[in-house]
């Protein structure tokens, strides 16, 4: 990969990082959603929640927006 790829790749990541934290603060659950694979598994158990892995966007969202809402 080439430099200009790198940074390409760096920018591109760097704004779906700013995507995803604005949603959060935001709690714009839609455009979270979209920044997600429809098959993603949410596993958070090393943080001793208690809580199993979580399979699918719509599950995983609901799970981060009934935890934000606390």
Known sequence: MTTPDLLG?????????????LALDTKDWKALADLMDP????????????????????NAIELIRTRSTR
């Open 9 to 21: 790749t760096a920018h591109e990541l760097s704004q779906a990082k700013a995507r995803y934290c």
């Open 39 to 58: 098959d993603i598994e949410l596993d958070v158990r090393a943080d001793d929640t208690g809580v199993p892995v979580i399979r699918e966007r719509d």
